[in-house]
């Protein structure tokens, strides 16, 4: 479990209560019509701005995925069925089932964005950071490169990578494991989206760099308004920083409450297990309640 001095939530009150974010019951099967192995089994979720949304299951429960559909990143052989609906004031109600990859392109980055789990996957090994993080804003923001680059070594600097001009003209190998990692939520933050999907941001980390990188999320879900999905199998995780958490098994959401509640009165016997299994979680459940 996570240590005392991560951030807790922030206030349920503070933020706002109209979701960003809506699945509704979506099912996600994988494979041809005649051998279509069901994935995930209607579930419904909601992301808010400046909460953060747990996800948590054991591996082959349905999370990752339900978290790679709401960017369109399935294989060719996935059928999705259901709603996941992008809220927007200034655009109305964007729904991404069914949309085209053209289209999807125009969302991935821009308004929606992905830290995945290994930064060394989603870093391009022969392009400085520089390029990495100033190509992704010259698109999307159509900044000038004067621009990028002020906007580049400002992110680089708000997550904290030392020496940021100094920075973009390094590769991502020059890098630690955590500073990789936040250099990839800096890309992800570049376009100012309005949704962050971390999936298992953490796990390759130490315990120290761990509790860093959520004291990090924390902070920029509570300062961007950022509506956030944490995807994890790991309730330590969740317990240090989501405000909201769903625990999937099988492919279905067994229960979704506010954190404390999760912890504090679980309801299904999958979810006791989960918590049963945490290190000091008797006197965790104590301090929640």
């Known amino acids: 479990m996570i240590d005392e001095t991560t951030p807790q939530p922030a206030d349920a009150a503070a933020a706002s209560t109209t979701p960003v974010l809506m699945v509704d019951g979506l099912t996600i099967g994988i494979g041809s019509r005649k051998d279509l192995k069901s994935i995930v089994k209607g579930i419904s979720l909601s992301l808010t701005p400046g909460r953060i ?3 948590a299951g054991e591996s082959g ?3 990752t995925v339900t978290s790679l559909a709401m ?4 294989p060719s052989n996935a059928v999705v069925g259901g709603s996941i609906r992008l809220t927007e004031p200034e655009r109305g109600d964007t729904e991404l089932v069914g949309m085209s990859h053209r289209q999807l392109n125009e969302i991935r980055g821009r308004r929606i964005a992905m830290i995945f789990q290994d930064p060394s996957s989603s870093l391009h090994p022969q392009l400085t ?10 698109r999307h923001l159509r900044m000038s490169s004067k621009q990028a680059r002020a906007h580049a070594i400002e992110l680089l600097d708000r997550v904290r990578v030392p020496n940021p001009a100094e920075a ?5 190998h020059q890098f630690s494991g955590g500073q990789r990692q936040r250099i990839a939520i800096a890309i992800a933050l570049a376009c100012d989206p309005i ?4 999936d298992e941001p953490t796990t390759a980390l ?8 959520l004291h990090l999320l924390r902070d920029l879900a509570d300062e961007r308004q950022l509506a956030v999905l944490l995807v994890t199998h790991d309730l330590g995780v969740m317990s240090a920083i989501a405000d909201d958490i769903a625990v999937m098994r099988h492919g279905e959401v067994v229960e979704s409450n506010v954190r404390r509640e999760i912890f504090a009165n679980p309801q299904h016997a999958y979810t006791r297990e989960l918590l049963a299994s945490l290190p000091g979680a008797a006197g965790f459940e104590e301090s929640t309640k």
């Not at 949704?195 to 971390?198: E, F, K």
């Open 71 to 74: 960017l369109g990143l399935l």
């Open 53 to 55: 949304q747990g996800l």
């Open 129 to 138: 950071v520089g390029t990495q993080l100033t190509d992704h804003v010259k």
């Open 206 to 213: 130490d315990v120290t760099v761990q509790a860093g990188i």
């Open 168 to 172: 973009l003209t390094r590769y991502p």
């Open 195 to 198: 949704v962050l999907l971390a």
């Open 61 to 63: 429960s349905g999370k």
